[in-house]
């Protein structure tokens, strides 16, 4: 499990976040990648496309390589501070809170890294 705490706000530590995530579905690991705070945005269409970062894959690349093997997950709470439903979203994302966050997390061999 990965959870994306930062957007363009922190965009090493954003991008870093699905580099690892993109990285880890190639290497055949059952990913979730959970989009927490300014990371939410992601999730909408056409904000992967805007976020930039020199020498780094492209961030629609990498949430494409994370959608077509493994999970990608809004905070329910932080897509509800954003006015975000999953009408808004891309497709495959979805939202989900705590408990379902909880029940993935305690998953037996789960290891989580936040950025």
């Known amino acids: 499990m990965i959870k994306a705490t930062a957007g363009d706000d922190a965009p090493e530590r954003c991008n870093q976040a699905f580099t690892v995530a993109a990285a880890a579905v190639a290497g055949g690991a059952d990913v979730s990648l959970w989009l ?3 990371a939410s945005w992601f999730a909408v269409p056409g904000r992967a496309e805007q976020f930039t970062l020199p020498h ?3 961030m629609r690349e990498l949430l494409d390589a994370v959608l077509a093997a493994g999970r990608v ?3 329910s709470q932080c897509a509800a501070r954003r006015e975000l439903t999953e009408a808004d979203l891309i497709a495959g994302a979805r939202i989900a809170g705590a408990p379902t966050f909880v029940e993935e997390i305690t998953g ?3 290891q989580a890294l936040v950025y």
């Open 56 to 58: 780094a894959v492209p």
């Open 108 to 110: 037996e061999g789960v």
């Open 73 to 75: 997950t809004v905070c």
């Open 36 to 38: 927490t705070g300014e």
